[in-house]
């Protein structure tokens, strides 16, 4: 019997070996993630959008990409006004259920985090966050670009999820969706270049 293969979006493009060793504002990043999640929910249905559960995982599509845009609407909070909380979050919104108002939301973030630049990621931010289920938290100074390498890193995991969840679902996912950026430059060889602000 022939093994199902899910069908992948075409995202090749993003990849080239050459660009990738080329330094780039480092919110361009976060905003390929947005583009990918964007593509994804152009091929899901509203049905498999909010279906729960799927396979084992017992949330939805839609949960995932809410808790996920909530991560980048703290980022871009805490780049305006220099304080973040990942755990002050809207549950049970409209970009939970609605596929459309996820895309608005998306489309939104995009435009946000087009007004960001390598030359904030030095920039001081409190960070809230809580460490137990009483509500126990701390409050801890980081900078912009170690919330953004965090916003990232917790992006992929979920992306890692969600393909799993489309696979089950049969939706076809963005190329490397949920890959680490440390295991595409390992796939294409290439070495890390660290961002001009960084060095």
Known sequence: ?????????????????????????????????????????????????????????????????????????????????????????????????????????????????????ASMLTRTVRVTSMLAGDGTSIEAVSSLGRELAFVLCHTVHHNALVAAMCKTLGIPIPQRFGYAPSTIAHLDGTACVLSPSSR
Do not use: W
């Open 1 to 117: 019997m022939r093994e199902h293969q899910t069908p992948t979006i075409d995202d090749s493009h993003v990849h080239s070996g050459t660009s990738a060793r080329q330094p780039t504002n480092p919110f361009v990043q976060l905003a390929v993630s947005l583009r990918q999640l964007a593509e994804l929910l152009s091929v899901t249905s509203d049905e498999q959008y909010t279906q729960k559960p799927v396979g084992v995982i017992p949330s939805s599509l839609g949960g995932h990409v809410r808790h996920c845009l909530d991560h980048f609407e703290a980022l871009c909070s805490g780049a305006a006004t220099g304080v973040m909380d990942y755990d002050d979050r809207a549950r049970g919104t409209m970009v939970e259920t609605d596929r459309s108002a996820a895309q608005q939301s998306i489309r939104r973030l995009q435009d946000r985090l087009a007004l960001l630049d």
